[in-house]
């Protein structure tokens, strides 16, 4: 049941990132999206080991990303996501459409853990399918950041589905990896702002054919 | 031994770099340790059988040929780098021989996983190693390419995970990612969760490979990235995450589902050669025509694996071949860039007039990637042709010799005037410079074993290629 309130809870902040237009209010919603999703392994399988994966997400996607990404545009001094590459309004329809697939292809996956809520998988897509939709959709390279984290977020829900399966060590790439990723990620984007004024991969575009 | 030797002294010697930080010792601690992984990477050549390092971590045929790709490719970058980088100094160079270690780390532990979850994070952790080296001369151009690259294979990387945790799904039964269990319990996968992760590894693993249409970064990449880093990632870096492709491969045969994964290699392969096709012939920079090239030769890659047959074999020659040739262009397009300053072919003309040794390696170049008669990639191209002859794919046929032709047609105008046409004035530098020792060695390193892995193929190569075709349950 619970379980169940968390997820829906989740998809509804995914949602309200994407039609979010202010980058503060974006990490912060991230930042409450994300301790949602870190106290899930304790919903779905209480233990010493749930307990472990829920400090560690907490530390990072809770903690450290938000600074991190606070910090980031303190220095490119940007608020606002401006001309987004398809408008708001779009994107949520899409969003919409995306979903429902989602939960249409989720239902014909036969699911192979029954005790674990059958809305686990659909959320998980929607909630790929949400970072994605960030990621394509928008130009400034924070709020592509932000994509990725949302999509990350979506991998790891799926990666729940496994947690008494997998062995910790898939677990602990999947942290490591967002977090070297985001802050290289972070450094490139402070070096985008030192070039050209603004981190704003609408600028980007001296390579093409 | 071997293991810690491999994946270890590289590590080790990046600590070591970063904290001396001097210029001389750390290029001739950076050579000495690609010096030991060759020597240790050839050892394994004699009587090669599996080797086991421990569950994680084993070599077989596949693994030792890409490893030794990886190996030589890293020994003549080593050997480049002192030519190279000797115009820049300080930081920035520690920092490119510090990841350049880390990254010949990662790459070898590609290479060995046995276990699929290690491999998807061996193969996410290049990404990140090479980004920095990509970025080193940090002109907007290049922080432009180092963000799509970091960007799209982040991305791909995503989806890679996915396919990975979905295989985990699909072998729930088994509860293991171990390669081995999987393979030998290949029947108790659940196949829609199968299909599913095949689908999602392959998109992922492929944007990494740089397969249309998920390749936009690579010629941005490759355009922009110092020319030994080009080499590394178009020859060492491709072909491990070929590797990986080839133990999605291996599963979806074990599986029996090669009737589902091979239509989708088949049209991976002929719209990366389309897309080469179609860039390549009104190409005005050199290295972007390189990416591309890049593209069109993983294209061929995965059509060999598509058509199955005698095209696997050909495939794993191919990407031999592949690594060795681009290897040398790009190294190549690093020696004209050091003379002339420029990227645009237009002003770079008349190569073999004024730096013969280069001009000529350049030419040979040519004869390499278009497939010319006497190297290996006519042969296995050839080979990749007749298999869909045999298999009767009469439209991939058609298509395939299409492409071909015309991707052969766009090197030869783009070589052939950079090497012959005739130089104007005007653009000379002011100082003419000398050919740098340190940056021919390499080259004819490289052209030598293109001759020993394309024209003279030694039994033991070709015995391992055998066993590595044989990995997937073909004769």
């Known amino acids: 049941m619970w379980l169940e309130l968390v997820l829906i809870l989740i998809i509804f902040l995914g949602i309200l990132i994407l039609g979010n237009n202010r980058l503060g209010s974006m990490i912060q919603l991230f930042a409450l999206q994300s301790l949602l999703l870190s106290i899930t392994p304790l919903l779905i399988q209480p233990g010493l080991h749930a307990g472990i994966i829920t400090i560690v997400t907490i530390l990072l996607k809770v903690v450290f990303m938000p600074t991190l990404l606070f910090w980031a545009i303190r220095h490119v001094s940007m608020r606002w996501e401006v001309y987004p590459l398809i408008g708001y309004g779009k994107t949520l329809i899409l969003c919409g459409l995306l979903m429902a697939i989602a939960f249409l292809i989720s239902s014909k996956l036969d699911l192979p853990d029954k005790s674990t809520s059958y809305l686990l998988v659909p959320s998980a897509f929607s909630i790929v399918i949400i970072g994605f939709l960030l990621l394509v959709s928008r130009f400034k390279a924070i709020t592509q950041v932000i994509g990725y984290l949302v999509m990350e977020n979506g991998i790891f829900l799926f990666a729940l589905l496994l947690l008494e399966k997998t062995p910790l060590l898939v677990e602990i790439g999947i942290l490591l990896d967002i977090f070297v990723g985001a802050l290289v990620m972070g450094i490139v984007v402070n070096n985008i702002n030192q070039e050209f004024g603004s981190a704003s991969t609408i600028n980007l575009t001296n390579l093409r054919d | ?475």
């Open chain 2, 1 to 475: 031994m071997g293991l810690f030797l491999l994946v270890g002294l590289p590590l080790l010697i990046t600590v070591i770099v970063f904290i001396l930080k001097q210029d001389k010792l750390i290029k001739l601690l950076c050579f000495l340790t690609i010096l030991i992984h060759l020597l240790v990477t050839l050892s394994f050549w004699r009587g090669f059988q599996y080797v086991s390092f421990n569950r994680f971590l084993g070599l077989d045929a596949i693994s030792q040929i890409v490893l030794t790709i990886i190996s030589i490719l890293f020994f003549v970058v080593s050997i480049y780098q002192i030519g190279y980088l000797s115009e820049k100094k300080g930081q920035d160079n520690w920092i490119f021989i510090g990841c350049l270690l880390s990254l010949l780390a990662a790459m070898t532990l590609v290479t060995m996983c046995r276990h699929l979850g290690l491999l998807w994070i061996a193969v996410a952790s290049t990404t990140l190693l090479s980004a920095p080296l990509i970025n080193y001369f940090k002109t907007p151009q290049s922080i432009e390419a180092t963000w799509k690259y970091l960007l799209i294979s982040s991305f791909g990387i995503a989806l890679g995970l996915l396919g990975t945790l979905f295989l985990a799904i699909s072998a729930i039964s088994l509860k293991t990612l171990f390669l081995d269990d999987i393979l030998n319990n290949a029947a108790l996968l659940s196949p829609s969760w199968l299909k599913l992760s095949v689908i999602f590894l392959l998109v992922g693993y492929g944007t990494k490979m740089g397969l249309a249409p998920m390749h936009t970064w690579k010629p941005d990449t490759y355009g922009e990235a110092p020319a030994p880093i080009g080499a590394l990632m178009s020859g060492g870096l491709t072909g491990c995450v070929f590797l990986a492709v080839f133990r999605v491969a291996q599963i979806c045969f074990h599986a029996h589902l090669q009737e589902f994964v091979s239509p989708i290699f088949i049209l991976m392969g002929i719209l990366s050669l389309a897309i080469a096709a179609i860039f390549i012939t009104k190409q005005k920079d050199f290295n972007r025509m390189l990416g591309y090239s890049s593209v069109e030769h993983m294209g061929i890659l995965v059509l060999g694996l598509g058509l199955g047959g005698g095209a696997i074999w050909a495939s794993l020659f191919h990407a031999i071949n592949n690594a060795f040739a681009k290897g040398l262009l790009f190294l190549v397009s690093g020696n004209i860039y050091q003379y002339y300053r420029m990227r645009k072919v237009a002003n770079i003309q008349g190569v073999i007039h004024r730096f013969p040794l280069t001009g000529t390696f350049l030419v040979l170049g040519l004869f390499v990637i278009s497939g010319f008669p006497p190297f290996g990639m006519f042969y296995s191209e050839l080979l990749i042709l007749k298999q869909a002859i045999a298999a009767q794919h009469y439209l991939v046929i058609w298509f395939y010799v299409i492409f071909l032709a015309i991707i052969f047609f766009g090197y030869s105008k783009i070589i052939l005037e950079m090497a012959f046409g005739k130089p104007e004035d005007n653009n000379l530098p002011q100082e003419i410079k000398k050919e740098n020792i340190f940056m021919i060695m390499p080259l004819i390193i490289l052209a030598m074993v293109l001759v020993f892995t394309g024209i003279f193929i030694p039994d033991s190569l070709y015995s391992l290629i055998d066993k590595g075709t044989a990995l997937l349950g073909v004769n």
